[in-house]
């Protein structure tokens, strides 16, 4: 019996098999400890929530080959085929760590692809990771921060690996995959030990979020340029002048008034 359990789920399998048995896994600590794969699942941030009331270790990594209902922010769809990283890992944080879990997400992708294939990743705010302007992974965190409830957090994670963007309408123009990227196969295996590790390492080093949100301000790729926010029913033209520690983003309106903006979707203008 493998010393990982897998509740629910099955070995991993394809590219991934043997994943947990590698002598590099689990990532040097908590993040994968308890990894559940599955070849097909609605949604891996269903199945770390389930997990959460079944009390499941902090740390435990939900693992898709494929989703069926995979979900984006702004209640939009993710494209979730076969040959893609879809992920979910079950967080217990202190409430004070909350507003720095999708800043953490997108730092821990950007170094853990940097540092696997060499190739120079951005940030488009607020936690899109982009690489030549286009997005190649996405971060979605549901939270339950409810009174008597234990506080939870689900920190989903994609990344466009194998897709190819064009045969999706929906994405043809902004996404871009890292295999077209790099031209030859990625390794998702070694993909997803680096991202963990990256992970287990800043939620350790977390402290009062001040280096991260450092590093996640100089990987910022918006900052200083011309943008449109659509935020709810509002679309708020200007320059997204600076970041804030707790995320948001002051925007430059052209009445030269500053505008917090707290959740939003970013489009670069084009002068
Ligand atoms: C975004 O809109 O940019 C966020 C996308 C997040 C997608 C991931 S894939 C794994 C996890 N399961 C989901 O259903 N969504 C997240």
């Known amino acids: 019996m493998d010393k990982r359990k897998y509740d629910g789920g099955e070995a991993p399998a394809g ?31 269903d199945a770390a929530r389930d997990q959460a009331i079944a009390k499941a270790s902090e740390g435990t990594v939900i693992l898709a080959e494929t989703q069926t209902g995979g979900k984006g922010r702004l209640s939009r769809t993710w494209i979730s085929p076969s040959g893609n990283v879809f992920l979910s890992v079950l967080l217990y944080p202190e409430k004070a760590a909350l ?25 488009k705010w607020p936690n899109d990771v982009l690489i030549g302007g286009k997005k190649v992974a996405g971060i979605l ?28 309408e929906a994405i043809a123009t902004t996404a871009v995959s890292l295999t077209e990227l790099a031209g030859a196969a990625v390794s998702r295996r070694n993909l997803v030990k680096a991202l963990l590790r990256e992970i287990n390492s800043l939620y350790g080093d977390l402290g009062d979020g001040a280096d991260l949100f450092t590093e996640w301000r100089q990987r910022l790729a918006t900052l200083g340029s011309r943008v449109t ?13 600076e970041v804030n520690p707790d995320g948001s983003l002051m925007l430059r309106l052209d009445d030269h008034t500053l505008r917090r903006i707290v959740a939003g979707d970013l489009k670069l203008r084009h002068k």
């Open 229 to 241: 926010i659509t935020a709810g029913k509002e679309i708020v033209e200007g320059v997204a002048e």
């Open 99 to 123: 507003p720095y879990l999708t800043m953490l997400a997108a730092v821990a992708l950007a170094r853990a692809i940097e540092k696997q294939l060499g190739l120079p990743t951005g940030l």
């Open 15 to 45: 590219d991934y098999a043997g994943l947990t048995a590698d002598s590099d896994y689990p990532a040097s600590g908590l993040m994968g400890s308890n990894l559940i794969y599955f070849p097909v699942i609605y949604s891996t941030m």
């Open 141 to 168: 965190l549901e939270t339950n921060a409810g009174g008597r409830e234990t506080l939870f957090a689900v920190m989903g994670i994609g990344i466009n690996v194998n897709i190819a963007p064009g045969e999706y």
